[in-house]
């Protein structure tokens, strides 16, 4: 018989990166920048969601780091449009972890005070787990996914400060059953507001906006972090 070893685990794998993630969202703070970890699916109009956001910013400067696993397609069209944006490539990593946005801040300039959005990789799962320096998590969802997301993926909606609900344009066309949605939405979190949003008909995004700056302004809200 194998000889069996009991080991105690006395700290926590995500320890270091939490240490610099609260360093980064200490130094932003310094800064008056607002960070807001952008997560959501792939697919679902993250980079478009922010472009919209970003028109109705009245208050802000807007920064963006930007998460990929290959490519500089989305930091090329927000650059494109005035906005200074850090690319991140991950090269097969499924989510950006608080050393490498603390790299991204490093080489970064922030001249005004604003809001700094950090568009995660497109994925549900592992960005959820790691925080990244952000004083929100804004959680993008889209009815084209179907409305059982919340259930399958419970962490994310459990941790998003504001949920955004895209293509609502669409949702003629869809199956997707709101009711089941918020049911299983609410189950997780019953304080997060849920802003529907259309990048067609430009609905919602002035309310993300308003959100948004309110928040940043609210120095209480900022810098504190719920244990995972």
């Given at each position: 018989?194998?000889?069996?070893r009991k080991i105690d685990v006395m700290e926590s794998?995500?320890?270091?990166?939490?240490?610099?993630?609260?360093?980064?969202?200490?130094?932003?703070?310094?800064?008056?920048?607002?960070?807001?970890?952008?997560?959501?699916?792939?697919?679902?109009?993250?980079?478009?969601?922010?472009?919209?956001?970003?028109?109705?910013?009245?208050?802000?400067?807007?920064?963006?780091?930007?998460?990929?696993?290959?490519?500089?397609?989305?930091?090329?069209?927000?650059?494109?449009?005035?906005?200074?944006?850090?690319?991140?490539?991950?090269?097969?990593?499924?989510h950006l972890d608080a050393p490498l946005v603390h790299?991204?801040?490093?080489?970064?300039?922030?001249?005004?005070?604003?809001?700094?959005?950090?568009?995660?990789?497109?994925?549900?799962?592992?960005?959820?787990?790691?925080?990244?320096?952000?004083?929100?998590?804004?959680?993008?969802?889209?009815?084209?996914?179907?409305?059982?997301?919340?259930?399958?993926?419970?962490?994310?909606?459990?941790?998003?400060?504001?949920?955004?609900?895209?293509?609502?344009?669409?949702?003629?066309?869809?199956?997707?059953?709101?009711?089941?949605?918020?049911?299983?939405?609410?189950?997780?979190?019953?304080?997060?507001?849920?802003?529907?949003?259309?990048?067609?008909?430009?609905?919602?995004?002035?309310?993300?906006?308003?959100?948004?700056?309110?928040?940043?302004?609210?120095?209480?809200?900022?810098?504190?972090?719920?244990?995972?």
């Amino acid at each position: 018989m194998h000889d069996v070893r009991k080991i105690d685990v006395m700290e926590s794998i995500h320890d270091e990166n939490d240490h610099i993630a609260a360093h980064v969202r200490d130094y932003l703070t310094e800064k008056d920048i607002f960070s807001i970890n952008v997560m959501g699916a792939p697919g679902i109009g993250k980079t478009t969601v922010i472009k919209h956001i970003i028109a109705e910013l009245r208050e802000r400067k807007p920064y963006v780091i930007e998460g990929d696993i290959e490519s500089d397609i989305d930091a090329r069209a927000l650059r494109a449009i005035g906005v200074k944006t850090f690319q991140i490539n991950t090269f097969g990593a499924c989510h950006l972890d608080a050393p490498l946005v603390h790299n991204a801040i490093g080489n970064m300039e922030f001249d005004e005070k604003g809001v700094l959005f950090i568009e995660n990789i497109g994925n549900l799962v592992c960005p959820a787990e790691f925080r990244i320096g952000e004083h929100a998590l804004m959680l993008i969802c889209s009815v084209t996914e179907g409305s059982d997301k919340p259930y399958k993926y419970p962490l994310a909606f459990e941790r998003a400060d504001l949920i955004l609900l895209n293509k609502v344009d669409l949702t003629p066309h869809l199956d997707f059953d709101e009711s089941f949605f918020m049911k299983g939405l609410r189950a997780l979190n019953k304080e997060a507001p849920v802003i529907k949003l259309s990048c067609k008909t430009g609905e919602g995004f002035a309310a993300a906006a308003a959100w948004i700056e309110t928040r940043a302004a609210a120095p209480a809200k900022r810098g504190t972090e719920p244990p995972l």
